[in-house]
């Protein structure tokens, strides 16, 4: 697949480039991707085969990880579970072969933020990727903390306590419940929440929102998020 041109992404000159790495089996899937991404202005790694790919993301600093699910020697899924279970938090895009061989809910408990369904577009690829590191980057200005009962998320560090104990979100859960906490009290439609955290370009079924609401219950306390049925997601006062 040949990436068609594509407008190039918005950056300070001064900074270095963002880092990509690709682990893709399909070597010219793989290196057609790499090219294209290149002359975006990223600096990209690729390599074919899950223990390598587990092994290139944790011994280098990657903005952003491009992740197929098929793959030699580790498949994704246990690719994305061990880098979560060692503390890493870079955003993870996962590549899907045909609908149906990626689970949602799978791949939101080994940490996955987002996903893509060959064959893509690749003007959605980019798009995506400039909404992972979007979201990865809010708060570089000095986004405030904002505390709701016991619960305090602080955009600016990308972290939760609820009380005294830390809460481990992935980029995608922590941007779900950044918007619930921007307008608590207030009801949040799955169509602001999909608009404001999976932008224009996401093209997938818009219940993955409930998805991400319920691994945010799982996580946090079930009675903080409000279902206002027909209407969307509240999120209700903490204890203190």
């Not at 993301?57 to 903005?63: H, K, Q």
């Not at 279970?85 to 408990?109: F, N």
């Not at 619930?180 to 009290?185: E, M, P, S, T």
């Amino acid at each position: 697949m040949r990436p068609p041109d594509a407008p190039h992404l918005d950056r300070d000159a001064s900074r270095a480039p963002f880092r990509l790495l690709i682990v893709e089996d399909e070597k010219r899937l793989a290196l057609s991707l790499a090219r294209g991404l290149t002359a975006e202005g990223y600096a990209v790694d690729v390599v074919h085969d899950g223990r390598e790919g587990l092994h290139r993301a944790t011994e280098r600093a990657y903005d952003l990880l491009i992740l197929d699910i098929m793959l030699p020697g580790l498949n994704g899924y246990r690719v994305c579970a061990a880098l979560r279970a060692a503390g890493h938090e870079v955003p993870i895009l996962m590549l899907t072969a045909k609908d149906g061989e990626y689970d949602e809910a799978e791949g939101l408990d080994t940490g996955a933020d987002d996903y893509l369904t060959k064959p893509f577009s690749y003007v959605v690829l980019v798009a995506r990727i400039k909404a992972l590191l979007r979201r990865r980057g809010q708060g570089a200005g000095g986004s405030p903390v904002h505390v709701h009962g016991d619960l305090t998320v602080d955009a600016a560090a990308h972290r939760v306590f609820l009380g005294e104990d830390e809460i481990t979100l992935t980029a995608k859960e922590f941007s779900v419940l950044e918007q619930l906490v921007l307008r608590a009290g207030e009801v949040v439609s799955k169509t602001q929440m999909l608009e404001h955290v999976w932008d224009f370009a996401y093209d997938g079924d818009p219940n993955i929102v409930e998805v991400y609401v319920s691994t945010l219950r799982r996580k946090l306390r079930p009675e903080l998020i409000r279902t206002v049925r027909g209407a969307g997601y509240r999120l209700e006062a903490g204890r203190r």
